[in-house]
């Protein structure tokens, strides 16, 4: 029976699959099988241990939906501790289809990835036209415009309010993620500046929906607001799940790049039956004639 380790991030979830040894058979529909919360083990994200030539280890990542996305914060985090732990070291390599990422261990039991360096223009997001990233022209929402747009790893857009509880995410955040402005979808983050040093964020993911952490988008909120002058260059970012802490460095080796720190936990481990592997392909929604939303 394959064996997986279940991990989070601030309450955003994984299931850690292990391939060094041998490739496992997943698509999409596999990975909805495993994922899903009722027939399946459950988690926000997939996560797939791989070899790489110039890591530690490279880390594949399929959300809910089954899709494969390029970055996770809260999983490389994870994943770091993983490699850690096995290495007995205080750092690693984790490789993904985002970029290197470098970790450490820091004190407390928590884990600092360096996130490299964020990515601004309109190419890089991506968007669908030449636009300001500081200042897109885009309001779909009342009370949601002028947002800002960040790629770290994978594409953020970014909503300055008032109050972030106040934003029906469940609502807004599908038809914004799937906005013809954002040509491979797009992470919705609702922020509300509290002061000079915090920010409260919530997080509509795409191919998830609303997470309790998410540690790309604490990494792209706090880059948006501080190209923004809306905070100094190192912030907590409070999330429903906890708080991550978060810089952005003018000066030093790090300069430019962003460093996200916060917790990584292993909730238990355990094995699973093969048919969530070697199924029919045909995922508990679409044999009942639904499926996730996305």
Not at 30 to 55: F, H, M, N, W, Y
Not at 155 to 181: K, M, Q, S, T, Y
């Amino acid at each position: 029976m394959p064996a997986f380790v279940k991990m989070h991030g601030l309450g955003n979830d994984f299931v850690v699959l292990d391939a060094r040894e041998g490739a496992l058979p997943l698509d999409e529909a596999t990975a909805r099988r495993i994922t899903d919360r009722k027939t399946g083990i459950g988690c926000d994200q997939l996560i797939v241990i791989e070899p790489s030539d110039r890591a530690d280890v490279f880390m594949r990542i399929r959300n809910a939906d089954g899709g494969e996305v390029e970055a996770c914060g809260n999983a490389a985090r994870c994943i770091a501790a993983l490699v850690m732990a096995e290495k007995g070291t205080g750092s690693a390599k984790v490789d993904s289809l985002g970029g290197l990422l470098q970790a450490e261990a820091v004190a407390g039991g928590g884990v600092r990835i360096d996130m490299g360096v964020p990515r601004l223009d309109w190419q890089q997001i991506p968007l669908h036209c030449a636009m300001d990233s500081l200042h897109l022209d885009f309001a779909p929402a009342p009370g949601l415009a002028d947002p800002v747009a960040v790629n770290v790893g994978n594409p953020h857009v970014i909503f300055f309010v008032d109050d972030a509880a106040a934003v029906d995410l469940e609502r807004c955040g599908p038809a914004i993620e799937h906005d013809p402005l954002f040509p491979a979808r797009v992470n919705v983050n609702i922020a509300q500046v509290l002061d000079r040093d915090r920010i409260r964020l919530r997080v509509w993911e795409r191919g998830v929906g609303i997470t309790r952490a998410c540690g790309t988008g604490a990494c792209a909120t706090a880059v948006a607001a501080m190209r923004r002058g809306l905070t100094g260059r190192a912030v907590e970012v409070r999330l429903d799940g906890g708080a991550l802490q978060i810089a952005w460095p003018e000066a030093g080796p790090q300069q430019g790049h962003v460093l996200m720190t916060g917790p990584a936990t292993e909730s238990f481990r355990g094995t699973f039956a093969d048919d969530l592997l070697a199924g029919d392909g045909i995922s508990p929604q679409d044999r009942a004639g639904g499926s996730r939303a996305a």
